[in-house]
């Protein structure tokens, strides 16, 4: 009779990261740690990210990452979810932290954008998704995270730099603000 040890205890500080209005380029930077990004998951336990990990919704997590800016109703809806879930809720990357490019639609229409891509761009077959198609709404402009939630760290850049974005995790880890200053900021 063969005795089963125990299940371990896993004592990782956990994770969560979404994708708002964007363009997912802060995820694909976080990504090119590389070798790193094995390290950094002895101390981290990634519950949910759209590049790593299939998980619908936003679970608990000790620390709640946010890319992209907040452009629709459905971004409302996970950003409170992503603050209300996690202990520590950062905006990654200048769209979450500052608003970013994707603000450059906040001078147009968002009904005349829907029609221009969907209808003007489209070929004859295509229809608008405001009327049958259950998309998000449009919010009248794009905004930066903190304007509806509350936001503990930002790291700015765009993207910011593989680098930063982890040592910003791994000064979580041990209870520090993360500091992003002069050259650890990057704009590619």
């Not at 949910?48 to 608990?60: L, Q, R, T």
């Not at 147009?108 to 829907?114: K, L, S, T, V, Y």
Request: net charge negative; aromatic share 4%; hydrophobic share 35%.
């Amino acid at each position: 009779m063969s005795k089963t040890e125990p299940p371990q205890q896993d004592d990782r500080a956990t994770v969560a990261t979404v994708c708002l209005g964007g363009c997912s380029g802060c995820h694909m930077e976080f990504l090119n740690i590389d070798h790193d990004l094995v390290d950094l998951l002895e101390d981290v336990k990634i519950e949910a990210s759209h590049m790593i990990v299939d998980e619908k919704g936003v679970p608990e997590a000790d620390i709640g990452i946010a890319e992209g800016v907040v452009t629709n109703e459905e971004n409302v809806e996970v950003a409170e979810e992503l603050r209300e879930n996690c202990e520590t809720v950062v905006a990654w990357g200048d769209c979450a932290a500052l608003r970013g490019i994707m603000s450059l639609r906040n001078d147009d229409d968002p009904d005349e954008m829907i029609d221009e891509v969907y209808l003007n761009k489209a070929d004859e077959e295509s229809e608008s998704p405001r009327d049958d198609v259950p998309v998000p709404a449009l919010l009248e402009d794009a905004r930066p995270l903190d304007e509806y939630i509350d936001v503990d760290v930002y790291i700015p850049g765009c993207p910011p730099d593989a680098e930063v974005m982890a040592h910003g995790i791994e000064a979580l880890l041990e209870g520090e603000r993360p500091e992003i200053v002069d050259e650890k900021l990057q704009y590619d």
